[in-house]
């Protein structure tokens, strides 16, 4: 072997050892995000804001010391290729630290997985199957592993349901109201339909026989004329915004006299804008305590965040966004703690989301809402802020100048605080 052979293969050596080393130094996080599938209309921002607060952690030093590695993949909301990604996190030589997810469907085929393979996943799933970490309900499958930001989808809807029946005392109307559960068949959308029918027969509705449509938008004009004949008072909207446009369009078309509950990810500053009037008077819940530009400390932190990836600074983010902020941030300072407790490896990251009460990620004052998460309840809130929306004028034009102008407005409305019931745990 020449001098120069060895120097060569000496230099290679070390660059491969150098890249382990700095492959090793890295803390490895798969990223779920639905870019083009049934849930992209709101997976898109949700899912910019997660890569968008990696890049600033990294940035600002990673977490303690260490880069993060997001491995972002658009599944397109589909099951099979969410287990096929969480087959390759989950491999031994290439096991993540932790995942930050998306769907309903996709979490729940996953959470056995999860639990066995050691892996924390915070979701952008609220489904009330997902806070029981022990299984003790006896309504859902034991879910050590999974995390999320906000009230259940289950909680939120008991939250907007005790709203609506104040609302209908207050209006002075007659008789019982009627209530009404819409959306796909699908895990997504039928995840709190127990807990609201339940919720609505013990306030006093009356149930009526749930409304079928798709994820997708449509032509939801049968829907309407169902809705009007049912004389149905109150609808919760399970479905994501895009094809609730549709059915809330499709319906002021029709003349239905009816007062919509959006789910979380039902309603936004986009939905105003694209349903316009249509949209005026929604009821939905808001996981932040403010929306984008919102009178808090916080704000400054996520208007850095954004610039990840617009340095412009224009571009408006919707609530989604914000409340990704916050998820991914509660994700990182979990990271943090592990590193500080034994490694950033999954046991270790779980039980680093349980070190704090009322907890509020640094640089999200006024932001986050205070979260507490044990290993007995993965009920992360049980506050629910309502809100209205606004839309008082044209919605052409840019949604920064709707908001600044008041033309489209997210209005506070009531904030329930639900009781810790333990036999509300799981469903």
């Not at 169902?226 to 319906?251: D, E, H, P, Q």
Request: proline share 6%; charged share 20%; net charge neutral.
């Amino acid at each position: 072997m020449t001098m120069k052979t060895f120097l060569s293969t000496a230099s290679l050596a070390l660059a491969i050892a150098a890249f382990s080393a700095s492959a090793q130094a890295q803390i490895a996080i798969g990223h779920l995000a639905d870019y083009s599938g049934g849930t992209s209309d709101v997976g898109t921002p949700y899912g910019q804001a997660v890569a968008d607060t990696f890049a600033w952690v990294n940035k600002n030093g990673g977490i303690g010391g260490k880069q993060v590695s997001l491995d972002t993949n658009d599944y397109g909301y589909q099951v099979p290729r969410a287990i096929a990604l969480y087959k390759k996190w989950s491999a031994p030589d290439s096991k993540v630290a932790a995942i930050m997810g998306w769907g309903t469907a996709d979490t729940e085929a996953l959470t056995g997985f999860l639990a066995q393979d050691k892996i924390p996943d915070m979701s952008g799933s609220y489904a009330a199957a997902l806070t029981d970490p022990e299984g003790v309900s006896g309504k859902a499958k034991p879910a050590p592993y999974n995390f999320f930001y906000g009230p259940s989808y289950s909680d939120a809807l008991r939250a907007m349901l005790m709203w609506a029946a104040e609302d209908w005392k207050a209006k002075g109307k007659p008789g019982k109201p009627k209530f009404v559960h819409m959306g796909a068949n699908h895990p997504y959308p039928n995840a709190p339909k127990a807990a609201g029918e339940a919720m609505a027969q013990e306030l006093g509705f009356e149930v009526l026989p749930p409304l079928v449509f798709a994820l997708a938008p449509g032509d939801y004009s049968a829907q309407c004329l169902s809705l009007k004949s049912s004389g149905a008072n109150y609808a919760y909207l399970g479905n994501t915004a895009a094809s609730n446009i549709s059915v809330m369009k499709a319906c002021k078309t029709a003349g239905v006299d009816i007062q919509f509950l959006g789910n979380v990810w039902g309603m936004d500053e986009n939905a105003a804008k694209t349903a316009g009037d249509a949209a005026n008077g929604v009821i939905f819940p808001l996981r932040t305590a403010v929306s984008w530009g919102g009178d808090a400390p916080g704000m400054k932190t996520v208007m850095e965040i954004s610039k990840m990836s617009d340095p412009t600074g224009k571009v408006y983010r919707p609530v989604h966004y914000v409340a990704a902020v916050c998820s991914a941030l509660y994700m990182k300072e979990a990271i943090d703690w592990a590193a500080k407790n034994g490694g950033a490896n999954g046991e270790n990251v779980a039980k680093g989301f349980y070190q704090k009460k009322d907890w509020v990620p640094a640089g999200m004052e006024g932001v986050c809402n205070p979260s507490t998460w044990t290993d007995k309840d993965h009920r992360g809130t049980l506050k629910v802020d309502l809100y209205r929306t606004k839309v008082s004028g044209a919605t052409d034009g840019d949604l920064n100048d709707l908001m600044a102008k008041g033309t489209i407005k997210l209005e506070k409305v009531k904030t329930v605080e639900l009781p810790r019931k333990p036999e509300l745990l799981g469903w």
